[in-house]
């Protein structure tokens, strides 16, 4: 699955499907809190929508990135860089 390169001392990870996607007027916004495209609320009543704004702070706090795509009909690929524990003998 491409994607931006790990680097060294950092992870990517990434996960996909092939749901309803997500519009490109919705892409900018879906890390918002609360935010839920109105396709979603259609299909899905669970679900406040709070994980992906979440998820984006915890991200943040380790200074690095969190992306969404949606490239091709119904398709979404979410990719998270992580940096890797020290693994420097104590």
Do not use: Y
């Not at 979440?54 to 119904?74: C, D, F, L, N, W």
């Not at 690929?77 to 992580?82: I, P, T």
Request: with cysteine; net charge positive; glycine share 12%.
């Amino acid at each position: 699955m491409p994607g931006f390169p790990a680097g060294r001392g950092a992870a990517v990870l990434a996960a996909a499907d092939t749901d309803i996607g997500i519009g490109p007027q919705d892409r900018e916004h879906i890390f918002d809190d609360f935010c839920r495209s109105p396709e979603a609320t259609e299909v899905f009543r669970e679900g406040t929508g709070p994980g992906l704004a979440m998820a984006r702070r915890i991200v943040k706090r380790h200074r690095q990135t969190i992306t969404v795509e949606s490239p091709g009909s119904g398709s979404v690929v979410f990719r998270v860089k992580l940096p890797l524990a020290s693994t420097s003998p104590a």
